[in-house]
């Protein structure tokens, strides 16, 4: 974890903002590398808020959501892939990848390296440094993210507005359920729910909260930051990673992931969505958050590794804690 940049990094990343403003201006006066770079099988939807009105059943309760965040056509992005979330090799690879590097982050956010540990527990709880913690992965998807938390000993909830990746999620907690062979060690829960729903039904009752490769889908991202300071407790810890907005994260993370390496399906990712570290600061700073860490995040494709980066150009993780 020696590659985490502290904050403050304003000048840089606004500098990088503005960059990749110009060039995709410029480069959308060019209507023939449009043509090429457009995405050809994704379709046209109206950019509306899909009102979830659907029932399921989870961990003994009954869920009912009315509430949502995410707009219809990145619902549909999702719900093509919902049978792609646990293999290994699919075109969802480098999310599995990416938990070496966000597990480690959030753990150390939660748990810093060098804190005592509490001698009473059971043995078992020195391979959980996370037991006794609650929490949210927003957008959990298939839980590829919940279920490794979940294996370090926090009691998570996985939540997601998408009913086929809330499907795959529970089924493959369900096939694995041998691989939690103590009370300490627990499945993930799921849930089929908005954040925002679930912060009128559980304000100040989690000690993290996280949303991996979530706010670059969501136009009211900001949205997001504050209902999730709403379900943390005091002290509680938001953990993100997502991609800036910058000309690098233009050719890299859409041209170069999407239509030459493949990395991720074509039509994944919007640049205009892309948000910049400044303005992810300054979200956290409004919503009552101290921004803790920011650090860059870089892939390589060959070897389907990722690895911490100075340059936070194209994708980041960030941290803050409510205050």
């Known amino acids: 974890m020696q ?17 990749g403003n110009l060039f995709v201006r410029l480069w959308m006066r060019r209507s023939f590398v449009i043509t090429i770079i457009r995405p050809r099988f ?12 659907t029932t399921t059943q989870s961990g003994g309760f009954t869920d009912t959501s009315t509430h949502s965040t995410i707009e219809t056509d990145e619902a549909e992005k999702f719900r093509r892939l919902s049978t792609q979330w646990w293999n290994p090799t699919g075109e969802l690879h480098a999310l599995h990848s990416m938990n070496r590097l966000r597990i480690p982050f959030i753990r150390d956010g939660l748990r810093p390296p060098g804190v005592a540990q509490d001698t009473t527990k059971p043995k078992e709880y020195t391979y959980a440094p996370l037991a006794g913690l609650r929490i949210v992965d927003v957008g959990c998807g298939g839980g ?60 100040g009752q989690f000690d993290g909260v996280v949303m991996s490769e979530v706010v670059e889908h969501v136009t009211h991202w900001e949205d ?91 994708n980041y993780a960030a941290s803050a804690v409510k205050i």
């Open 144 to 203: 590829i993210l919940s279920e490794p938390l979940a294996a370090i000993g926090a009691d998570v909830l996985g939540i997601d507005q998408v009913e086929e990746t809330i499907r795959t999620a529970q089924s493959h907690a369900e096939l694995t359920a041998r691989k939690w062979p103590s009370p300490t060690f627990r499945p993930p829960q799921y849930r089929l729910v908005s954040l925002e729903q679930l912060s009128e039904e559980m304000p």
């Open 42 to 53: 994704q379709p046209r939807f109206h950019k509306q808020w899909i009102s979830l009105t």
């Open 224 to 314: 997001l930051i504050k209902h999730a300071v709403t379900i943390l407790k005091p002290g509680g810890m938001l953990f993100l990673t997502t991609i800036n907005q910058t000309a690098a994260s233009f050719l890299f993370g859409i041209v170069g992931a999407e239509y030459i390496a493949r990395v991720v399906p074509r039509g994944t990712h919007e640049w205009w969505k892309f948000v910049s570290p400044v303005r992810l600061q300054s979200a956290m700073i409004k919503n009552g958050l101290h921004p803790k860490k920011f650090v860059g995040m870089c892939y390589n494709p060959l070897t389907d590794r990722w690895f911490w980066n100075k340059s936070m150009a194209v």
């Open 3 to 19: 590659a985490y940049e502290s904050l403050p990094f304003t000048e840089r990343a606004s500098f990088g903002s503005v960059s």
